[in-house]
């Protein structure tokens, strides 16, 4: 038995509950860009929870994406912390990054040099303690190069606007 989760955008904080669905929740979220900023992040839209609470799949992907055609930057790391409803478990790098923090509450990937266009990321094993209830995660973006505030922040259903 499989569980849908859905990221919805930024409609709102809906609980399973309030969706009528069980099992069902939904995120704020997807791909930010701050305006101007050739660092997009990416974080995911749909994904699956089995019975036992773990997301299908392999885990959940986030990920940053260079948009510039041109730069490229040096010592680019994306972190996620503070999970509140969710534990991480075993992290896989993409093609190029590594993973330098892996604990059951923040993952941290780097890469030295993120090339023009180029992508670094990591999917995480992910459990949720309880689908009925909301989750997020704290993300955060260093590098060097470039000069604008790349759009971190939270993704998941809790609304911190309240």
């Given amino acids: ?21 069980a099992g069902t929740a939904a995120a704020a979220g997807a791909d930010a860009q701050a ?9 995911p839209k749909r994904f699956y ?8 799949n392999g885990g959940l992907y986030f990920g940053l994406k260079n948009t ?3 730069k490229s930057f040096t010592s680019v790391s994306l972190t996620i912390s ?30 030295k040099k993120l090339a023009a266009l180029g992508k670094s990321g990591f999917r995480v094993k992910t459990r949720m ?10 993300l955060a973006v260093r590098g060097k190069g470039w000069d604008c ?5 939270w993704w998941g259903t809790i609304d911190h606007n309240n």
Avoid at 49 to 56: E, Q, R
Avoid at 85 to 106: E, Q
Wanted: net charge positive.
């Fill in 68 to 70: 510039s055609k041109t």
């Fill in 1 to 21: 038995m499989r569980t849908t989760v859905a990221v919805l955008g930024a409609a709102g904080a809906l609980t399973a509950a309030q969706l009528g669905l």
């Fill in 129 to 138: 303690g309880n689908v009925n209830r909301d989750y997020e995660v704290k």
């Fill in 35 to 43: 305006g101007g900023c050739p660092i997009k992040i990416s974080t």
């Fill in 82 to 111: 503070k999970p509140k409803n969710l534990t991480f478990g075993y992290a896989t790098p993409t093609k190029g990054s590594k993973i330098t923090k892996r604990t059951t509450k923040t993952v941290t990937v780097s890469t």
């Fill in 149 to 153: 505030a790349v759009d971190q922040g």
């Fill in 49 to 56: 929870v089995d019975h036992n609470g773990w997301v299908t």
